[in-house]
C-alpha cells in the first residue's frame, strides 16, 4: 500500500524470516559461524537460543543458502511429536521410505541408519534442523541423542541443530539430560540488536527494498525505535512497518515520533481507550498531585519561614497542568536551573552533514577526493588532466565506484568519497574516514565532522567512489586454474585468516585445496561460498594481518 508512496520496489519491514534481508549484525554473525562450524565439525549437536523475534530463523535461513551441496537437510518447524512421529518426520524430510502406518522405533531407526550409512559412502552428509526445540518432550531429546550415536569410526552420520528459546538452556541442564547436553559442540545465545545496529538494520531493509534517495526515519525517531522496541529484530519489523503505513495514511514524508509511538502501541495491542477523556483524566491528576505537593509542604515547612495560612489577598500562581502531562510524556521544554548553585547539563549539539555555505570551505568533488587519497597517503592533484581514478591507479590503487548501503560500506572496510544530496536536490561530496557503532566521521574540506548513523541515511545518495590496493599480479577474479603471483598473495592471506602457518614461494596455483579454503573464509564473512575469489573476498583478505597497509575504516573484529 505504501510502497509506491515512499518510492519502494517491495516491503522492507516483513515479519517473515526472508534471508534475502539478512542483516549481518555483530551478534547475528557470531551465531551463524557457531552454526557453520557445527556444521564443518564433527560435533553431534550445535545449540542456538534466543528470545522471541531474535532472529534465530532468518539465521537458520541464511545457514541453508550456505549448507555445502553435498549436504542433505531435514528442518523441523513443530516438534510436539512422539519419539515415533519425530523419526517418522525426519524419513519424511529426507525422503527415506518406511512401511506405511509403521510405529516401531525399530523400524524407523534401522531405515534412518542404512540411509546415512550409504551417503555417507557417497561423500554426502544429513544435518537434522529442529525449530522451537524447547517444546520437545524428554523422550524425543533422548531419541535424538541416540540418533547421534550413529557413526562411524572417524565420524558422526547425522548433526542436528536445535534452535529454541532461552528455556532451552535450562531444560538441556536437567540431570537427566546431561549425556545430551555433554556432545553439544557450539552454543550460541542470540540476543537483541545494539542501540547503534538498529539505524544500520532500519537502513539496510529499506535498501534491500528499493529504497534509492531519502530516509522516512529521521534519527531522532530511529533512536526511540530502539527504547521501543529493545533491539528485537521482529518488533522492529512490524513497528517500522506499521509506521510507514501510519506516515502514507497521514500523507508524511517521515515518520515523526508521534506516529512511531501510535504504531507501537497497535503492534503491542494496546488501545487508547480514553482518547480527549484520557488526557482530562491525565490533567486532574497532575493537577491533584500538585496540591497534594502544597498540602506536604505546608506541613514540612509549618514552623519554618513560609507563613500558612497565606496572608489575606495573596494568591497561589499554579503552573497550568497541562504542562504536568507534556513534561511526563517527555516534550516539555528544559527548565533554567532554580539556583545560582546547581548547575544545569545540556545535552552536546550533534555534528550535522549539512552543505557548507561556501564550497570553497568544502562539499567539491576535488576537495573530497584530496582527502580520500590523503586517507591512503598518496598525492592528489587537481590540476592534473587524468582522472582521479587514472591517477589512482598510477600509484598502486584501484577505483571502486557504485552504489549501496552502509552496511555495505562496512564490510568492504574502507575509506570512500560520498555524494550527498542537500535539502535542495542539490548535491556535493564528503569523504567518510571511520565508521565505528552508531557514528561517522567525514572529511569535509579542512574540518572534520562526527555525526550519526542517521544524518548520513538522510544525506546519502547511495553512490560511493573507494580506493583499494590489488594484489600484485591481480588481472581479475582468481578461480580454479589461476596461476601467479596473486594466488600465492591469496593463500599466504588465507593462512593469515585462518591461523595457519604462512607458506612462502613465488607463484602459486589455484588448486582445489586453495577453492576449499577460500569457500570457508566466504562462509565465515557471510558471502556466498562459491570458491571464487571475487572483488569482495579479495578486499576482506586485503584488510587481514599485522602488515596491513590499508587505512580502514572501523578497527572492530569480525568473525576473523
Keep these: 500500500m505504501y510502497e509506491e508512496y515512499f518510492g519502494l520496489k517491495k516491503k522492507p519491514f516483513s515479519i517473515v524470516p526472508d534471508p534475502g534481508y539478512f542483516y549481518m549484525s555483530s551478534g547475528h554473525r557470531e551465531a551463524l559461524a557457531h552454526l557453520l562450524y557445527g556444521i564443518n565439525s564433527d560435533g553431534g549437536f550445535v545449540l542456538l537460543t534466543g528470545e522471541v523475534g531474535a532472529g534465530k530463523t532468518t539465521v537458520a535461513r541464511r545457514l541453508l543458502q550456505l549448507m555445502p551441496e553435498e549436504a542433505e537437510v531435514a528442518f523441523i518447524l ?64 533422548e531419541q535424538i541423542r541416540l540418533l547421534t550415536n550413529l557413526e562411524t569410526h572417524s565420524h ?51 535498501a534491500v527494498a528499493g529504497l534509492v534517495r531519502g530516509q522516512p526515519f529521521p534519527p531522532p525517531t530511529l533512536k526511540r525505535l530502539f527504547r521501543l522496541s529493545r533491539g528485537i529484530p521482529r518488533l522492529i519489523n512490524a513497528i517500522c512497518d506499521r509506521a510507514l503505513l501510519g506516515a502514507y495514511v497521514g500523507g508524511k514524508e517521515v515518520v515523526d515520533i508521534k506516529i512511531l509511538r501510535r504504531a507501537a502501541r497497535e503492534v503491542r ?27 506536604v509542604g505546608a506541613l514540612y515547612y509549618g514552623a519554618g519561614s513560609v507563613p500558612w495560612p497565606l496572608p489575606a489577598g495573596s494568591r497561589v500562581h499554579a503552573p497550568d497542568p497541562t504542562e504536568a502531562v507534556r513534561e511526563a510524556e517527555g516534550t516539555a521544554l528544559a527548565r533554567p536551573a532554580e539556583s545560582a548553585g546547581k548547575v544545569q547539563v545540556r545535552p552536546r549539539a550533534e555534528a550535522t552533514l549539512d552543505k557548507p555555505g561556501d564550497l570553497r570551505g ?62 535542495k536536490g542539490g548535491e556535493y561530496y564528503a569523504t567518510l574516514t571511520a565508521l565505528e557503532g552508531e557514528t561517522a566521521v567525514f ?5 572534520t565532522r562526527t555525526v550519526g548513523i542517521g544524518e548520513v541515511a538522510e544525506r546519502w545518495s547511495g553512490s560511493f567512489v573507494l580506493l583499494w590496493r590489488p594484489p600484485s599480479g591481480y588481472t581479475g577474479n582468481l578461480k580454479p586454474g589461476s596461476r ?24 602459486g596455483v589455484y588448486d582445489l585445496r586453495i577453492m576449499k579454503r577460500v569457500r570457508q573464509f566466504q ?10 575469489a571475487g572483488l569482495t573476498t579479495i578486499m576482506r583478505l586485503a584488510g587481514t594481518g599485522t602488515d596491513n597497509r590499508d587505512p580502514l575504516l572501523r578497527t572492530e573484529k569480525g568473525i576473523y
Aim: net charge positive.
Design 156 to 206: 558422526k552420520l547425522l548433526q542436528v541443530i536445535m534452535l529454541g528459546q532461552p528455556e532451552l538452556r535450562q531444560i538441556l541442564s536437567r540431570p537427566e539430560l546431561r549425556q545430551l547436553s555433554q556432545r553439544i559442540s557450539a552454543r550460541y545465545h542470540l540476543g537483541p540488536l545494539a542501540r547503534g545496529e538498529v539505524p544500520l538494520y532500519v537502513s539496510h531493509r529499506l
Design 362 to 423: 568544502g562539499g567539491t568533488r576535488q576537495m573530497a577526493y584530496q582527502a580520500l587519497f590523503q586517507a591512503w597517503h598518496i598525492a592528489y592533484d587537481p590540476e592534473d588532466q587524468r582522472e582521479a581514478c587514472d591517477q589512482a591507479r598510477a600509484q598502486g590503487l584501484r577505483c571502486l565506484t557504485g552504489k549501496g548501503t552502509i552496511g555495505a560500506l562496512r564490510e568492504m572496510n574502507r575509506p570512500a568519497m560520498l555524494r550527498l544530496i542537500d535539502g
Design 523 to 532: 562462509t565465515a564473512i557471510g558471502v556466498t561460498p562459491d570458491g571464487i
Design 484 to 507: 601467479g603471483p596473486a594466488v600465492a598473495w591469496l593463500e599466504r592471506q588465507l593462512a593469515r585468516a585462518q591461523g595457519q602457518p604462512i607458506p612462502s614461494g613465488g607463484d
Design 78 to 141: 513443530n516438534p510436539k511429536l512422539t519419539p515415533e512421529e519425530l523419526l517418522a518426520t525426519i524419513c519424511d524430510e529426507l525422503g527415506i521410505a518406511y512401511p506405511e502406518g509403521t510405529a516401531s522405533i525399530k523400524v524407523l531407526v534401522a531405515r534412518i541408519s542404512d540411509y546415512l550409512l550409504r551417503i555417507h559412502r557417497e561423500g554426502r552428509r544429513a544435518v537434522l534442523i529442529i525449530e522451537e526445540a524447547q517444546n520437545l518432550n524428554p523422550e524425543a531429546l
Design 269 to 295: 495491542g494496546e488501545e487508547r481507550r480514553w482518547g480527549d477523556r484520557g488526557r482530562i483524566y491525565r490533567v486532574a491528576a497532575a493537577s491533584f498531585l500538585f496540591l497534594l505537593g502544597l498540602a
Design 443 to 447: 572529511a569535509i574540506g579542512r574540518e
